[in-house]
């Protein structure tokens, strides 16, 4: 026996080698070791990394309506950038369950996507979809880090009438007429980095010139608060109230969608501001596309998406 075991008992040179190993096997057993500055930022923002849509969350007191569903990618460990979702419907229907599929392929491309229900007519007058929409905003600058979300780059995106309510948001949200006639917050738009406008109505007036769309338009205006007709357009419609601080936009819309004489006056506001922007057109030859093409499965929708993310990400600080 040597000088080393001579001098320490048996016993205890056992329960020394139990003690290390027990050690070593639990700091095998963690992906970490606390105080490291990745566990820190966890601490910070107590971020949960969901990997499934987390849903039905109130993020407004104004109607029981107000609520939204949060989806994220297959697989992700970082902050995204986070887009939030506003379905179509002619400001009468449309649910955001009826979107989840979409949302979740926008998803899939490395954002977190916020899919927003708001009030609709006639249940509501204007402006309470656009009150809607800015309170949605408000609740993920304030919260969506908490869902591993970069609040620092924030999109607000949409289809038809979605479409309508995301750049009528961002109007709002700047532009002090807004605040005065409909109650709306004035914000910086600082964190908005941009904008997903699908087969949109930014100009009211123009609306009349489709067949079908004259009560659609006359609901809008006709059961609001404010009583001058001419007034409502003004405040409805999108363009002329543009500025020089409007986010960059991606716009999208197909020669069979009878909403695409909307895009060419719009994107005219966009010029004079020299705003950036990314215009997919599809022409006469797509004739299985019409108005939303993006939200069924093909491949002009899955590049609808890509390019609509793409230009996102460029726009991301």
């Given at each position: 026996m040597n000088k080393f075991s001579k001098n320490i008992p048996y016993p205890f040179f056992c329960f020394i080698l139990l003690f290390l190993s027990a050690l070593l096997y639990v700091f095998s057993a963690v992906d970490f070791i606390p105080g490291t500055p990745a566990l820190e930022k966890e601490r910070e923002y107590h971020i949960d990394y969901i990997k499934n849509p987390v849903s039905d969350i109130s993020y407004s007191l104004s109607s029981e309506t107000c609520r939204l569903d949060i989806i994220a990618p297959q697989k992700h460990d970082k902050l995204l950038p986070v887009i939030i979702y506003y379905h179509g419907g002619g400001w009468i229907g449309g649910e955001r369950q009826s979107y989840t599929d979409f949302c979740q392929r926008v998803a899939d491309k490395g954002f977190l996507v916020v899919n927003v229900d708001y009030r609709l007519l006639p249940e509501a007058d204007f402006p309470a979809f656009l009150q809607d929409a800015q309170d949605a905003y408000f609740w993920v600058n304030q919260h969506i880090a908490s869902y591993g979300g970069d609040s620092a780059n924030i999109f607000l995106c949409g289809d038809s009438a979605g479409a309508h309510i995301s750049a009528l948001c961002a109007n709002s949200l700047t532009n002090p007429y807004f605040t005065?006639?409909?109650?709306?917050?004035?914000?910086?738009?600082?964190?908005?980095?941009?904008?997903?406008?699908?087969?949109?109505?930014?100009?009211?007036?123009?609306?009349?010139?489709?067949?079908?769309a004259r009560s659609m338009t006359e609901s809008l205006i006709g059961k609001s608060k404010?009583?001058?007709?001419?007034?409502?357009?003004?405040?409805?419609?999108?363009?002329?109230?543009?500025?020089?601080?409007?986010?960059?936009?991606?716009?999208?819309?197909?020669?069979?969608?009878?909403?695409?004489?909307?895009?060419?006056?719009?994107?005219?506001?966009?010029?004079?501001?020299?705003?950036?922007?990314?215009?997919?057109?599809?022409?006469?030859?797509?004739?299985?596309?019409?108005?939303?093409?993006q939200v069924a499965e093909s491949e002009e929708s899955e590049e609808c998406i890509t390019r609509m993310t793409d230009f996102f990400l460029s726009c991301c600080v």
């Open positions: 005065d006639k409909c109650g709306t917050r004035n914000a910086s738009l600082d964190n908005i980095r941009g904008l997903g406008l699908l087969c949109g109505v930014y100009d009211i007036e123009l609306m009349g010139e489709i067949p079908g404010i009583e001058n007709v001419e007034e409502n357009l003004e405040i409805l419609t999108v363009t002329g109230h543009i500025g020089k601080d409007y986010p960059p936009c991606f716009i999208t819309t197909c020669y069979y969608d009878p909403l695409n004489n909307q895009v060419e006056p719009f994107i005219k506001d966009l010029v004079k501001f020299d705003i950036g922007f990314d215009l997919l057109f599809y022409d006469a030859s797509h004739t299985k596309l019409g108005h939303c093409y």
